[in-house]
C-alpha cells in the first residue's frame, strides 16, 4: 500500500488531537467518501503512516488507556536530543516544569499529585515561571493528553506515559518502577501497603479477579488499604516508614518516632533540579 491522501489526511487528524480512540478513528475514515468500498484495517493505515514519519522520530501507536481502559491510537514525538528539542511547542523553561511534574508523579504511592502540589512545583524551579503560568500548562497539558485529572488529582496521561518511557528510563532510573507481574513500568498503579512493591491499577484488578490478595507478598487484599494510599498521598519513601511500622509491632511508640526521625532527617524536603539531561543518581523525596 502506497502512502497517499488517505494516510496524510489520517496523520493529520491523529497529530491534531495527540490521542484518539479507535472507535472514534473508525467514524472519521467511514466520513471519507470511498473509504468503505477499500475498508482498509486502521492497523495497516497506521503501518504505513509510520513507515513514512520514522526518519522524524514520530510515530502513531495502538495501546490500551488505563484510564478509560479504551483502544486508543496515540501520536508520539520520540526524539529528546538538540535537534528534536527545537521542534517541541513548548520553551525550555515550561519543559523544566514538565520534568519536574513527571518526577514527583512518579514518586508518589499512587502516582499523582493534587493541583496544589503540582502549581507549589514552581518553587523549585531556577527559571521565571508563576503559578500562574503553571495552571496554563496544567490545563494544556490536560487537553493533550500528557496529563490526566481526576477530581483535583493529576496523573500521567496516555500520551505521556508511551512518549517518556524511554527518557524516564535512561534519564530517571531511579524515579521508576516496574511492575511485580507484568515487569512494564507502573505509571498507574500502586505501592503494596505490605511490603512496597510496584502494581499496576489494571494488573493488580485482574489478579483480584482469582485471587484476593496482594500478588507480591500474599497478604490478604481490602479495598480499604488502597483508600489508605490514596488519601495519604505520600511518597514510596514515606510508604516504606509505615510499613516498617506497621511490621514492628514489639516496637514502642517512642522508638517508632526516633526511626522517623532519623529516616526523615536523611531525605531532601526540596524539589531536586532536573536539566535535559537528569541525573541518574536520584534522592527520594518524603512528602
Known sequence: MNYGKLHRYFLRS??????????????????????QDEAIPIADLVKVINNQIKPFQQTIKITNDELTNEVVLVFLSLGFDDASKAQNI??????????ILIEQIMTTEARQITGIQAINLVGGMKSSFTKTDAQRLLNIWCKMRYLDKDQNNYALGVRAINEFEGYLRQNMPETIEECSLCKQIVFR?????????????RCLNKYLEKVEKWPCCKVDFATSHLERLHSGENSRL?????TTQLFDDASTEVEQTQESTEEMQGTQDIIPEISQRVSKKRKRQCD
Open 238 to 242: 514515606s510508604q516504606t516508614l509505615q
Open 90 to 99: 513548548f520553551n525550555a523553561t515550561e519543559l523544566e516544569f514538565f520534568r
Open 14 to 35: 491523529v497529530a491534531s488531537q495527540g490521542v484518539m480512540s479507535v472507535a472514534e478513528a473508525e467514524n472519521l475514515l467511514n466520513a471519507v467518501p470511498g473509504y
Open 189 to 201: 498503579g500502586y505501592n503494596c501497603p505490605f511490603c512496597a512493591v510496584a502494581i499496576h491499577t
